[in-house]
């Protein structure tokens, strides 16, 4: 039986990253990747893939580009209420990925943590 103790928080997080891909559209990046992704595999699932993937992917160096690493699917991950979803591995990976590419990744997190909402 599929533990749904987390499906309310998994349904957050997943409109959180349709909303995130719909504002990324209005700065002129599209995340086709990300939105197949989502349709394919759920959005935990999604974000835990791109995690884990040891290669930061396109859409993480044009978000990089643009200035938004905010709007990262590593950033979110680390999100603290959204801890929950995801294992210790995957947040790891996400935040040795951000900061790889030269982000103080404590104080975007602080920054994020503050114009957001929590669940």
């Known amino acids: 039986m599929a533990d749904t103790s987390n499906a ?5 997080f997943g409109a959180d990253m349709r909303r995130g ?6 700065l002129g ?11 394919d595999h759920g959005p935990v699932e999604a974000a835990r ?27 979110w991950v680390l999100l603290p209420w959204y801890e929950p ?3 210790p591995d995957v947040r790891e990976q996400a935040e040795n990925k951000l900061a790889a590419l030269g982000i103080d990744v404590a104080t975007e ?3 994020l943590v503050r114009r957001q909402t929590p669940p």
């Open 21 to 26: 891909v719909a504002q990324l559209s209005d």
């Open 85 to 87: 979803l995801f294992p």
């Open 8 to 12: 309310p928080l998994a349904a957050r």
């Open 109 to 111: 997190l602080a920054g």
């Open 49 to 75: 893939r791109l995690a884990l993937d040891p290669v930061p992917s396109y859409g993480l160096w044009r978000l990089k580009e643009l200035g938004r690493l905010d709007m990262s699917v590593e950033m």
């Open 29 to 39: 990046y599209d995340a086709t990747y990300f939105r197949r992704m989502l349709g």
